[in-house]
């Protein structure tokens, strides 16, 4: 499965947009790219995914790169319930539900 | 819906003991997989299993150990507890689909002590 890189931490001022991202240029065809969140002691908690093309749902937008080798999560109005550690996964469609965690980015929202 | 269920959700056992963790998925999945989250180890991906076999095996000894019950209802346990079993289990079930993407819903944890 492919790895990925994130920066180790991010503050953000409430009420602004959170652009977190993360670089996965191992990449290959067939895998997704994923975003979970944990916040302190809580299970990780599902934002988004893509494959090719750029997504938005409630919680949050994927932009992902042409070359698909990376992809910003964007938060649009951050709020101090967002601070939070958030994971960028990568992997194949139909794949093992195995999650390989990196270290995350540990992003602060700021009042 | 109802989300994915752990018990207990804190224990407290000393070492050499050996303690069972309980997971309901959600209605409708059929994969279950559990993850170790330590401090210093982060989440680490102990097993899956789908339709009551295990198809993947993270990098743990053989005192962990899980199974899944026909209603996919899951089960791990961990024989001789170490102090360094101490950790929060999470478990986390998802439809699987063969052709598209698989999110994963993760359920509260069991936080687990080892004195």
């Known amino acids: 499965d492919a790895k990925t890189t994130q920066p180790t931490s991010m503050d953000c001022a409430e009420g602004r947009a959170a652009n977190l991202p993360c670089n996965h240029s191992t990449i290959s065809g067939n895998e997704y790219v994923y975003w979970y969140r944990q916040i302190h002691s809580q299970g990780p908690q599902y934002i988004i995914h893509?494959?090719?093309n750029n997504e938005t749902n409630e919680m949050a937008s994927l932009i992902i790169t042409e070359d698909r080798k990376s992809s910003t999560l964007i938060l649009p109005h951050a709020t101090l319930r967002d601070t939070a550690v958030y994971y960028c996964?990568?992997?194949?469609?139909?794949?093992?539900?195995?999650?390989?965690f990196g270290q995350g980015t540990r992003l602060t929202i700021n009042p | 819906k109802a989300g994915v269920t752990q018990t207990p959700r804190y224990l407290i056992k000393t070492r050499g003991q050996q303690v069972t963790l309980s997971c309901s998925p959600i209605s409708g999945h059929r994969s279950v997989s559990w993850y170790q989250q330590t401090p210093g180890q982060g989440l680490q991906f102990l097993f899956e299993y789908f339709s009551e076999t295990q198809r993947n095996k993270g990098n743990f000894p053989g005192r962990f150990s899980g199974r899944q019950f026909s209603n996919s209802r899951s089960e791990m346990n961990v024989s001789t507890l170490e102090l360094g079993d101490s950790a929060l289990y999470l478990c986390a079930s998802s439809p699987f689909q063969v052709s598209g993407a698989n999110v994963l819903t993760f359920g509260a944890g069991s936080r687990l002590t080892v004195l």
């Open positions: 893509g494959l090719k």
């Open positions: 996964i990568v992997l194949p469609r139909g794949g093992a539900q195995k999650l390989v």
